[in-house]
C-alpha cells in the first residue's frame, strides 16, 4: 500500500518551477537551491507520487501524464498559500477581517457613522457589521463574545469587571413629530400640554423612556395615557408620518430625520428645557484582545467621539 502522497511548500515551488523553465539547474537557480540538492528532492517526490513526473530530454524536461496531474494541483496550492500569506499580512495590518459592533441609537447614527466611513476609506476589504439593539441586547452580546465591541450603558445587573470602559458622552434627548403637527411651529410647549398626545416608546427600562417620564414626575405630571410600544424605529417613523403622535429619541437621531435630504417629513418639537440621558460606554471584554481590525476602528470611533464632543462645545 503506497504511503500518503504529502508535499511541502519547498517542493511545490521546485515542481512549478521545472514546469515553467523546462531544467533542473534553472528550477533550483530560482528557488534559491542547488541542483545537487533539487535533483534528490524531485527524486522524493516521484518516490513518493509512485511514477515519473517529468521526462528527460537533451532540450529540457517535459511533463508526465502524472506530472501535468501532481503540477496542476501544485499551482492551485501555491496560489492558495500566497493568497493566505497576503490575507496574514492584511490582517495584522489591520486593513481586512471581521468586525461585529453594537450601539444604542444616539452613537449609531452619529459617532458609529462617521467612524466606520473613516475606517473602511483606508480598509475596504474589512467586513463590517453592526447591530443597533438596547444596551441590555448589546451587553448580553458582548459577554457571550458575539460583539467585539459596542457603545452602550452598562447596566446593574452585568458585573463591570468583565469589561474595559470608557465613558463617551451623555445624549440629549428632543422630541420628533412630522411636519404638519399642531405644535411644530408654536414657541416652545411645555410637558403639560403634550401629556394628552399619544406617544410612542420603548419598553420601560428604556433610558431615554424613563428620563422622559422622570421629567413629567418631576412637574408632578402623571405619565401620558396614550402609549404605542415599539422599539422599532423604522415602524416609529411610519407610523410618525400620519398621526400627531411624539416620540422622544436622541438627538443625532432626530438631526438625521430633519435634514433637508430627507423630505422634510419630520420637526422637532420645540420644549423648554433639556432632557439628557447618562452617558454611554465603549465596552470591550476584558479578557478577549482585539483583532486589528476591530482595534483601528476603535481608534476610529474615539476620534470620531472626541470630534463631535469638540463640535458641540
Given at each position: ?207 431615554i423612556r424613563e428620563t422622559v417620564l422622570e421629567c413629567f414626575g418631576q412637574l408632578g405630571l402623571s405619565e401620558p395615557a396614550n402609549i404605542m410600544n415599539s422599539p422599532s424605529l423604522v415602524f416609529t417613523i411610519a407610523y410618525l408620518r400620519t398621526t400627531d403622535a411624539i416620540v422622544a429619541l436622541s438627538e443625532e437621531v432626530a438631526e438625521l430625520l430633519t435634514q433637508d435630504d430627507m423630505g422634510n417629513a419630520f420637526a422637532v418639537l420645540p420644549v423648554g428645557g433639556e432632557m439628557r440621558v447618562p452617558p454611554y460606554f465603549l465596552l470591550t471584554l476584558r479578557n478577549r484582545p482585539l483583532s486589528p481590525a476591530a482595534q483601528k476602528l476603535r481608534e ?14
Amino acid at each position: 500500500m503506497r504511503s500518503r502522497f504529502l508535499l511541502k511548500p519547498a517542493q511545490m515551488q521546485l515542481l512549478a518551477a521545472i514546469a515553467d523553465l523546462n531544467q533542473l539547474q534553472l528550477a533550483a537557480q530560482k528557488i534559491a537551491m542547488s541542483q545537487p540538492a533539487a535533483s534528490r528532492m524531485l527524486a522524493d517526490i516521484e518516490a513518493a507520487a509512485g511514477g515519473t513526473l517529468f521526462h528527460r530530454h537533451a532540450k529540457g524536461m517535459v511533463p508526465t501524464e502524472l506530472g501535468l496531474l501532481v503540477i496542476r494541483r501544485v499551482r492551485a496550492l501555491l496560489r492558495e498559500l500566497h493568497s493566505l500569506r497576503e490575507d496574514i499580512e492584511t490582517y495584522h495590518s489591520g486593513g481586512g477581517g471581521e468586525v461585529k459592533i453594537g450601539a444604542v441609537t444616539g452613537p449609531a447614527a452619529g459617532v458609529l457613522v462617521n467612524a466606520v466611513r473613516a475606517f473602511k476609506q483606508t480598509n475596504p476589504g474589512a467586513v463590517i457589521t453592526v447591530e443597533v439593539l438596547p444596551s441590555r441586547e448589546l451587553v448580553q452580546q458582548l459577554a457571550k463574545g458575539e460583539l467585539d465591541f459596542a457603545l452602550a450603558r452598562l447596566l446593574s445587573e452585568f458585573d463591570s469587571r468583565e469589561f474595559d470602559l470608557q465613558p463617551m458622552r451623555d445624549e440629549k434627548i428632543v422630541l420628533l413629530v412630522r411636519a404638519s403637527h399642531p405644535l411644530a411651529h408654536q414657541h416652545p410647549a411645555s410637558l403639560a400640554e403634550l401629556a394628552d398626545y399619544e406617544w410612542i416608546m420603548q419598553a420601560r427600562g428604556n433610558p431615554i423612556r424613563e428620563t422622559v417620564l422622570e421629567c413629567f414626575g418631576q412637574l408632578g405630571l402623571s405619565e401620558p395615557a396614550n402609549i404605542m410600544n415599539s422599539p422599532s424605529l423604522v415602524f416609529t417613523i411610519a407610523y410618525l408620518r400620519t398621526t400627531d403622535a411624539i416620540v422622544a429619541l436622541s438627538e443625532e437621531v432626530a438631526e438625521l430625520l430633519t435634514q433637508d435630504d430627507m423630505g422634510n417629513a419630520f420637526a422637532v418639537l420645540p420644549v423648554g428645557g433639556e432632557m439628557r440621558v447618562p452617558p454611554y460606554f465603549l465596552l470591550t471584554l476584558r479578557n478577549r484582545p482585539l483583532s486589528p481590525a476591530a482595534q483601528k476602528l476603535r481608534e476610529h470611533v474615539l476620534e470620531a467621539s472626541h470630534e463631535v464632543h469638540q463640535a458641540s462645545r
